[in-house]
């Protein structure tokens, strides 16, 4: 069967002129290093891992100072592991199709199944060795699973990779591992001790704050936030000249970082609930990061590591009760529009969780009821704000955006299921016709 599958027919792509849909399958790997990297549908798979998605995370992740989990080691052990090759070519060549509305092609799917048949037999083996290649496979092949809807399948993978991560993973893949999970809060499986690193004094004066949007100055003036989220925003804050079709923003996208993990440059993420829902200060930092995700990506896939983090903000903001501070009531408002813009999956086509979680919005914030596209571009501008929101806000209130038939969130057995059958019931009042075009 390998034979088969290294021998797959390349098929045909569609031309695009979006800049996620460039990647044509030029060899990356002329030499094959990695072997089968330049047959059937692999240099595509290859191509569009380290032309787009490694710089991509590079880019998001540089602003927090975490390690590139799409970086150099993962090209390392492909060419060691066949399991690992295939599964990675199945998932790059899953997330690229997602992005031009393909649906799921043989030839990925073999690959997938190429994947779990040499996984099988190598840990069936006596006295089989259980390394770092063979939990990163079970990780991938759960996250391929999950966005290709079967999960009975990513459960069971999930659980085998949590189980050898505690006693047999190495740092690297153990950054990997502790990177999926960290959007996983409620379902999370892995034994995570905070690692100890060596920060310096945050000296928070209002010469420092004074770049910051007003919405932030605000939040850090009222003692809102620690200071380990206050220097995540000025990172964030003065990285504004990124470019959403410039994926080489940082210049060495494969280097490693000084943190493993998002919870552990950001502390707040560790915050738990409490009677009011989730910290606030924690819902910041998840909507900080999926801005910076936001800036560099446009389309907004599910079969990636960090769609796990729009699953935990639509998750978790329904807990979240508004406070009647003035200053914390403005920033979850923001956080919920963050969230919305995880969700849509263009101006034209809105998906039920980002229709749900509008509502939702116009529910928990209703002096938004009557406000403009122009009202929530200002609002949103005294923090962190992008054309892809105001598109999707003027689409849902003036145009009538649809309703997306893309796969919905409610397939995973989570919470959200039942919160996508009361958004049908919730009646969200209409903004006025009189607005201007955006």
Known sequence: MSKDIEEVVRVPEPSSTRAWQWVKGTSCDDFEIIPGSNKGIAPFALEFLIRAVAPTVATANACFGVTNIYGRWLLEHMGKSRELFHVVVASMKGARDSFTGQLACADMLAHKTAAISLLRKRISKTNAVVDDTVILTMLLLALLEDALGDRRAYQIHRQQVGQLTRTKATSITGAIVTQFETWNFLQSFMKYTQGKHKGYQLNITDRFCSAFPPGFQSLVHADRLS????????????????????????????????????????????????????????????????????????????????HTLSIELLDTLPQAVPSSDAVEREALLWVYNMAIDCWAVSYQAIT?????????????????????????????????????????????????????????HAQHETSSASLHKDAQRIAFPTVPAAVPSV
Not at 365 to 377: M, S, Y
């Open 227 to 306: 200071p380990k989220t206050v220097q995540v925003i000025e990172r964030v804050v003065t990285r504004q000249n990124w470019s959403a079709s410039d994926l080489y923003t940082n210049s060495n996208p494969w280097e490693d970082a000084c943190y493993r993990d998002f919870r552990e440059a950001c502390p707040a993420l560790n915050i738990p609930s409490g009677p009011n829902g989730p910290a606030l200060e924690k819902l910041i930092c998840l909507a900080l990061i999926r801005y910076c995700l936001n800036m560099v990506i446009l389309d907004r896939p599910r079969a990636c590591v960090y």
């Open 352 to 408: 039920p969780e980002a229709s749900f979680l509008m509502q939702e919005m116009g529910v928990k914030f209703p002096e938004t009821l009557g406000w403009t596209v122009d009202d929530f571009d200002a609002f949103g501008k005294r923090y962190l704000w992008t054309e892809n929101i105001s598109g999707i806000l003027h689409q849902y209130y003036v145009t009538g955006a649809t309703t997306s038939t893309a796969p919905a």
